[in-house]
């Protein structure tokens, strides 16, 4: 079965530091996103990709965060200079249609880490 | 007002057990709905979509109430492999916005 893949799996930064965060999403889908959960909280949206654009972002996502689709596969979110309440686990997911029922489909996270 | 509500539990229950989750949300514009799971420190994995009629999925049964802005998930005959996190999910657009999850702990 199609899965995204996500690297790596834990990333240690110091604050102030840019990190990138890859991944590859299932290769028929065309609607790529970024979510965050903070350990002990919700999972918290942060954008939505489609067609090399941002389609949506959330308050969160804000100017030290971009993403890019550097090639066919590719699927990367980078944070510019990382604070400490960066610390999250950072999930990215794919779907094939958007819209209602459009069924996204979950990485199994990077675990970054901002000291 | 919370977006998506859930319990958090934990919810206790023996092998065997129902046991039953409720959800509502506030944005009545939201299209649709779905249930994840979510094992400790792994990724939300989508359980089922939900829809008005109501649907079921072997041992597990969602409803939706659109006037009343909730959803709720029935488990039947609780596996030890159920033990999780269930994640009420609403969707508008293509934002997922997610409550903060119903513990379960299925015991021996």
């Known amino acids: 079965e199609p899965e995204v893949t996500q690297t790596p799996s834990h990333q240690v930064t110091q604050m102030g530091q840019e990190v990138i965060l890859r991944c590859v999403p299932i290769s028929n889908h065309l609607y790529f996103y970024w979510y965050r959960q903070i350990l002990g909280q919700k999972v918290e949206f942060l954008v939505s990709f489609y067609n090399n654009e941002i389609s949506e972002k959330s308050e969160i996502f804000d100017d030290q965060f971009s993403v890019e689709r550097p090639d066919g596969s590719n699927f990367t979110l980078k944070i510019r200079s990382t604070k400490l309440e960066d610390s999250a686990m950072y999930f990215c997911?794919?779907?094939?249609?958007?819209?209602?029922?459009?069924?996204?489909?979950f990485g199994p996270g990077t675990r970054l880490t901002v000291l | 007002r919370k977006e998506v509500e859930q319990d958090p539990g934990p919810f206790n229950v023996p092998e065997g057990a129902t046991v039953a989750f409720n959800c509502t949300y506030s944005n009545s514009a939201s299209q649709s709905f779905f249930w994840y799971r979510q094992d400790c420190r792994k990724e939300p994995k989508l359980l089922m979509s939900v829809y008005s009629s109501g649907n079921e999925d072997g041992r597990f049964t969602a409803q939706l109430n659109r006037a009343s802005q909730y959803i709720s998930l029935l488990i039947r005959d609780s596996k030890l492999s159920d033990s999780a996190t269930y994640l009420c999910?609403?969707?508008?657009?293509?934002?997922?916005?997610f409550g903060g999850g119903t513990r379960l702990m299925v015991k021996p």
């Open positions: 999910v609403v969707n508008k657009g293509n934002m997922l916005t």
């Open positions: 997911a794919s779907s094939r249609t958007s819209g209602a029922f459009n069924e996204q489909f």
